[in-house]
């Protein structure tokens, strides 16, 4: 049964880095084909996606973001690390991480975790 | 880049039959055939219906069907329920490598 949780802070200040983890359950990030993406969803606006990495490592960013985003994945804890730097208050949303199945498109998602709300405020 | 096009909103009465359009550019639904759908209920994680413009993932219910012609794909829902009320975002690849979803649209079972 594959699942995914996120963790992190539920509040960060702007200018701060917002640092995201996703433990994964289920399957091995390192899996050939896998992938581990984050998108995120404002409160009452539509799905962004952020960022994937892939189980060899390659990442793909969203254009508008990729100055601001690091992923990352450590394959001893199968977990996957956004971080994301210079937080401002239209970053808050909730945070998703999702299961990108082998030989599935970029945006093919087939397991969610249930989010997790950060909310950016002084 | 610009989020997909979708109607904000789309209803019908259960039993009928929807259509949901997105359309994007030659950069991204009309350069690929990778286009998903996402059903969204209020407060839920997004549930994948289709992939690559037409693939149902094993336990969507064949009333949920993809096309696309050119630069707009589309989402069929038949025989409306009652649960088919929800949110539904389209989504592409780009030729930036990345993915676009779309404005959402926001379906009323009457």
């Known amino acids: 049964q594959i699942t995914l949780k996120e963790s992190g802070p539920s509040l960060v200040k702007p200018t701060q880095t917002l640092t995201l983890t996703c433990i994964v359950s289920g399957f091995s990030v390192t899996t050939r084909g896998v992938g581990v993406g984050w998108i995120r969803q404002p409160p009452g606006k539509a799905l962004e996606w952020l960022a994937l990495?892939?189980?060899?490592?390659?990442?793909r960013y969203s254009p508008s973001l990729k100055n601001r985003l690091t992923i990352t994945k450590d394959a001893s804890k199968n977990e996957v690390v956004l971080t994301m730097t210079n937080m401002d208050p239209v970053d808050t949303a909730t945070y998703y991480c999702?299961?990108?199945?082998?030989?599935?498109?970029?945006?093919?998602?087939?397991?969610w975790g249930q989010g997790t709300q950060v909310t950016v405020s002084s | 880049q610009s989020a997909l096009t979708q109607p904000a909103s789309v209803s019908g009465s259960p039993g009928q039959s929807i259509t949901i359009s997105c359309t994007g550019t030659?950069?991204?639904?009309?350069?690929?055939?990778?286009v998903c759908w996402y059903q969204q209920h209020p407060g839920k994680a997004p549930r994948l219906m289709i992939s690559?413009?037409?693939s149902r993932p094993s336990g969507v219910p064949d009333r949920f069907s993809g096309s696309k012609s050119g630069n707009t794909a589309s989402l069929s829902i038949s025989g409306l329920q009652a649960e088919d009320e929800a949110d539904y975002y389209c989504c592409s690849f780009t030729t930036s490598r990345s993915v676009i979803f779309g404005g959402g649209t926001k379906l009323t079972v009457l």
């Open positions: 999702a299961h990108r199945p082998a030989a599935g498109s970029l945006g093919q998602y087939d397991y």
């Open positions: 690559d413009v037409r």
């Open positions: 030659s950069n991204d639904v009309g350069h690929y055939d990778n």
């Open positions: 990495i892939y189980w060899d490592d390659d990442e």
